[in-house]
């Protein structure tokens, strides 16, 4: 018999598994709850994105999947080709980059926003 500690959308299990005579293993159909270590601090919540987005250059997501990070900030200077956003797809991390030089003028998503591919992350004037 093994104890393991197994969590599950961020509750921690306590769960015992059982070996067989025929090599099987079972466990017990409700396992308890493990003791929780302190609570995380939940992160400092996010200034609100302008709707809609307002720059003349869009950058857009190129594939399904979620934000990863966000590299730039709104009124930040950004050169043609530096990364904005980046979004994990497929287990990559897939840099969405500035079309051209400009300003950022809006971010519009938050990290672990699912998004699809089109869909609008930042604009730049």
Sequence with gaps: MKNYIITVNGTAYEVT?????????SAPAAPKAAP?????????PKAAAPAGGT??????AGAAG?????EASVGQAVKKGDAIVIVEA????????????????????HVGDP???GTLLATID
Aim: proline letters at 8%.
């Design 36 to 44: 929780k270590a302190a609570p995380k601090a939940a992160p400092a």
């Design 90 to 109: 497929m287990k990559m991390e897939i840099p969405m980059v500035a079309p051209e030089d400009g300003t950022v003028v809006s971010i519009d998503c």
């Design 55 to 60: 720059g003349k250059y869009r950058v857009e």
């Design 115 to 117: 998004v699809e591919s």
């Design 17 to 25: 598994v059982e070996e067989n005579e025929n090599g099987a293993v």
């Design 66 to 70: 979620k934000v990863f990070k966000v």
